[in-house]
């Protein structure tokens, strides 16, 4: 599985009216979750990040949220943010440019955000254009990231995992986890000692 750990600089120069990170030099991260609500893995995520006084930003599929409402309630009464991530899950690549922004439309009823997230980080510039549109919101913003995680990578190690992401952030990193099915076993081994390693530094955590 071939994908950037760190997000290299041209990528960044290639599409900058795209979030990804914030440009600071206080000791501030910003971690976000994919893929979400799920009934186990959302709430270990909570449970650590109240553990830790921490905020985050979640990117849920509408789909989910249907599916998974009380879990929803809870990640907004705990002070973290939400985006959007599509109602289905839906690759831009290979989604009609109508049909994606259906699908964005479509999970906005659920998800109230001005922040959208493409799955699988894959959107057509014709559909970026119009997401702001979609969202009926000039202030929208596509967020990226910094630092991918890997943890739904399935040959990837735990520790692996975990050296991706202290290894490679830093002050204004956008991370990306996903509290799903299929990242979480990675995700629970390595996302306390990130929040506990980087407190230790004197870094704080903030929702986008």
């Known amino acids: 599985m071939n994908y950037f750990v760190k997000t290299p600089w041209w990528l960044k120069k290639l599409y900058p009216q795209r979030l990804w990170s914030i440009a600071t030099k206080e000791k501030i991260i910003y971690l976000t979750f994919d893929d979400g609500p799920h009934p186990i893995a959302t709430p270990f995520v909570l449970d650590e990040l109240k553990n830790h006084n921490a905020k985050a930003t979640f990117f849920c599929i509408g789909k989910n949220v249907v599916d998974h409402p009380v ?3 809870r990640i907004l009464e705990e002070g973290h943010s939400v985006g959007n991530h599509t109602q289905h899950h839906l690759n831009g690549w290979k989604t009609t440019k109508d049909d994606y922004l259906a699908n964005i439309a479509e999970a906005s009823t659920h998800i109230k955000s001005n922040l959208f997230r493409p799955p699988y980080g894959r959107i057509r510039s014709s559909q970026a254009r119009k997401v702001n549109v979609v969202l009926k919101d000039k202030s929208s913003k596509i967020v990226m990231w910094d630092v991918l995680s890997g943890d739904f990578d399935e040959v990837l190690t735990n520790e692996s995992c975990l050296k991706n992401v202290i290894g490679n952030a ?4 956008i991370i990306v986890f996903h509290d799903s099915e299929k990242a979480f076993a990675k995700m629970q081994f390595v996302l306390p000692q990130v929040l506990q390693l980087f407190t ?7 929702s986008l």
């Not at 830093?170 to 990193?173: N, R």
């Open 71 to 73: 879990i929803y309630k």
């Open 170 to 173: 830093g002050a204004g990193s």
């Open 200 to 206: 230790e530094k004197g870094f704080v955590f903030r």
